[in-house]
């Protein structure tokens, strides 16, 4: 089946993903407002930042959008926090 948006090449079950996360989103005084319950990837890779996780411990094939979007968070959170990663050993530093 095409999706329903062709540009973004998603499968069936991203279109059904995308539509209920733009079904969920409104427009409050210009600013973009979404209420949803499903975690974005950028999120999930920014919590397991939090939660000591490796980025090897991504769940999410290499060559999928999602993969990027949580590395994306998790360096993100890595970045804010700038003390508790060592780049060098590639592991998080003793407490």
Known sequence: MLSKYPALKMT??????????????????GKIVTETTDPLPFDEGAKAYKERKTPES????????????????????EECDGESWDWTRQSFKAN
């Open 58 to 77: 991504n769940p999410y094939p290499e060559d999928h959008w999602k993969h990027k979007e949580w590395h994306l968070g998790w360096s993100d959170a």
């Open 12 to 29: 069936s079950a991203e279109n059904r993903i995308f539509n209920r996360q733009l079904r969920a989103c409104w427009v409050i005084r």
